[in-house]
T-cell receptor
Framework: KQEVTQIPAALSVPEGENLVLNCSFT??????LQWFRQDPGKGLTSLLL?????REQTSGRLNASLDKSSGRSTLYIAASQPGDSATYLC?????????????FGEGTQLTVNP | DAGITQSPRYKITETGRQVTLMCHQT?????MFWYRQDLGHGLRLIYY???????DKGEVPDGYVVSRSKTENFPLTLESATRSQTSVYFC???????????FGSGTQLSVL
């Protein structure tokens, strides 16, 4: 059974700092990996999607990398801002041809202090 | 408005009552999903649907029923609510050739 772990559970940084959020998964047979952002009391917003054949994806100040063989992904946030404060979740989709199950990590709660 | 909407936003009910949570999307996405989010468990898939009239169980389907008579709607029914079903419920959707998921704002359900 796939398990996804995100460490740390919470992170507090000063504004302007570059930071890395970590995601690890136990089964490397994945189809893709997706990073989401969740604001308090809101749903999830997809930030970046990495296919299993890709090494990284970039969107603005965000860069996600994937090392499938080692079961790891990182989300790099450059020049953090208070508006980046949220919970960040990663989710993996298995290689199975049927079904659409994503396995989610529990997230890293990020606080960027002005 | 375009997007994916859930109703109600908040719901309080009693054990044993039937509750239906609504989900509506305007993109004509083929796939729709129901997740529950609980502290210590993260997001877990309850049911999903690949198209109208096609549904399948997720990780935690017991006690829930879904239907999908129209592409845009995917209601989730708790047939006889239990306290363990107190949770935040999220509906999500995506297109057939796009893995990016779009989530609703959630329904916070309390079963007393």
């Amino acid at each position: 059974k796939q398990e996804v772990t995100q460490i740390p559970a919470a992170l507090s940084v000063p504004e302007g700092e570059n930071l890395v959020l970590n995601c690890s998964f136990t089964d490397s047979a994945i189809y893709n990996l997706q990073w989401f952002r969740q604001d308090p009391g809101k749903g999830l917003t997809s930030l970046l999607l990495i296919q299993s054949s890709q090494r990284e994806q970039t969107s603005g100040r965000l860069n996600a990398s994937l090392d499938k063989s080692s079961g790891r992904s990182t989300l790099y946030i450059a020049a953090s801002q208070p508006g980046d404060s949220a919970t960040y979740l990663c989710a993996v989709k298995g290689e199975e041809t049927s079904g659409s199950r994503l396995t989610f990590g529990e997230g890293t709660q990020l606080t960027v202090n002005p | 408005d375009a997007g994916i909407t859930q109703s109600p936003r908040y719901k309080i009910t009693e054990t044993g009552r039937q509750v239906t949570l609504m989900c509506h999307q305007t993109w004509s996405h083929s796939y729709m999903f129901w997740y529950r989010q609980d502290l210590g468990h993260g997001l877990r898939l309850i049911y999903y649907s690949a198209a109208a009239d096609i549904t399948d169980k997720g990780e935690v389907p017991d006690g829930y029923v879904v239907s999908r008579s129209k592409t845009e709607n995917f209601p989730l029914t708790l047939e006889s609510a239990t306290r363990s079903q107190t949770s935040v419920y999220f509906c999500a959707s995506r297109g057939p050739n796009n893995e990016k998921l779009f989530f609703g704002s959630g329904t916070q359900l309390s079963v007393l």
